[in-house]
């Protein structure tokens, strides 16, 4: 190790001396320029500060005529003057940088020459004239894409440079909002109201049900950690353990594919409360999300609209309506039962067949051909025979596939069901009531969608819809399983509702759970339940309805019958919720570091291939052979 000097020694105290009492000295204010080597961030400077001086430190956005840049950080942009008599021999060196290359700027602020201020940029009235210039970092001369908003980058190249990404105004954006809403929703439950922040264990074992788990080998041969879809059990026995109000924004795990809306990792906003029923529960988030909500948001007002489960599938074919726009189902099987179109009758059971429409007002202003022809062969995609159209020209004038098999009392009866005027349009189906229902909604969705691309206004952008979805089925038929066979709808460790605790002994499929969704603007952004606390009742839907061995979950069994309380909970989809907050597509826009649909991070290569060699410590081996060998 090199010695240093006794000269150096006192210059480096110095420094450090002088560092630390410019420190304390900015530490008595607040702001995002505290404890910095700079006075000021790039977005903050106005006409109030001409004539200070100030130390601005960022990135070069661009230079314009070897004597002015654009300094940008993550607050905002100002416009820097180099003078060569102020900057030196160094100018050279300053008009060669590349643009990305960071530096530190120390100068005067002034107003602006007539007629140059930039109503566009926050600074747009001031400049900084350089005394001092440091350059702190030279970027590379060619970099993948240029840091601008109206820049235009593939979204898997955006994703391989994400370090670079992050620098936009729109991630920043997204970043910060995403903080300042987590900052908000703790301040909330902790100092409001109580809570206790708890960080629950990464590694756990396998849970029953739900979605695939990541596994994590260990040295001991066979053994295997998982990682948690979520902290459900962790948190039920901490509300055994007396920590009767429980909060934690929680990192997730689901193995489960390529779905463009998920994440393999995921945040969720996980809370949990002793001695309480459903209404505490909605009561608490509704007022938890309207004191984190974005100022610059319309306001939200309380309490959230309630809705059964069986409403919304009846009326809009979702367990997640988007309410921002009616066009609910209307079931018309009286009105077209004798109607003369053969894809409209049936010999089944009237439970067992349904004809149900909705209707798009004044859609034949904005649908043509290819527009029916593209959403009939997305209907095909869904169910065999698809949906039938009918374009209501006028009274007397109905353009369909079916106008010349349809009675004329069968279109004067469905036309007053469905209050139908000049212009508007008809989406019909029938078949099984959960079919239809599935596919009536989901082409609800795609014909606002296509509606709104051809011009008309269809959902109300201007507000946010809540809605509680409540009264789910405890249970639902197993997929892929055998007749009769059940899982859960939620989680097996939701508790029935009271009317029903008779009930699970003998029908569980009949059962209601004390299930509660909460959807946004048609996207499920929470889901929670009230708990079950009784052993043997866990027990019993464990073993006897779920048929999963329930040794597994032996300790959460004993804690039940170690004085559990009743209790419930709610889990918010944080990436969700912020994406909607942010007006964003995807999920993957409001996570710093996310990865692909098909859970790949571009940036790094992982997941990554190991040898057997270094598998063997695991116990594990594998007979995939490298490609590249």
Known sequence: MEKICGACRVLIRNQLASSYVRAVIRSQHSGPSTFSLRTHSCGELRTSHVGKEVTLCGWIQHRRYDFMLTLRDSFGTTQVVLKEQKIGKDVDNIRNLSAESVVMVTGKVQLRPDGLANKKMSTGDIEVVADQFEILNNSKESLPFEIHDFSKVKESTRMLYRYLDLRSTRMQHNMRLRSDVAMKMRHFLWKLHGFVEVETPTLFRRTPGGAREYLVPTRQPGKFYTLPQSPQQFKQLLMVGAIDRYFQIARCYRDEGSRSDRQPEFTQVDIEMSFINKEGIQALVEELLQYAWPDNLPSIHLPFPRM???QAMDQFGTDKPDTRFDMKLQDVTRELKDSGVAVFSSTEGNDAFVIKAFKCSKGMDFLKRKDYEDLQKEAVKLKDGGVTFIQIKDADSWKSSISKHLRSEARENLGKAMKVNPGDVLCLAAGKPDSVNSLLGQMRLACANRLEANGASVRDHGSFHFLWVEDFPLFLPKEDGQDGELE??????????????????????????QHYDLVLDGSEIAGGSIRIHDAKLQKHVLQNILNEDASSMQHLLEALESGCPPHGGIAIGFDRLI???????????????????????????APSLLDNEELAVYHIRHDICDATK
Do not use: C, W
């Open 308 to 310: 059964t489960y069986a």
């Open 579 to 605: 994406a909607i907050l942010a007006g964003e597509p995807s999920i993957r826009e409001v996570i710093a570091f996310p990865k692909t649909i098909d859970g790949n991070d571009l940036m790094s290569g």
């Open 488 to 513: 859960s709808s939620h989680h097996p460790f939701t508790a029935p509702v009271d009317k029903h605790k008779e009930l699970i002994m003998t029908q569980p499929s009949q059962v209601h759970g």
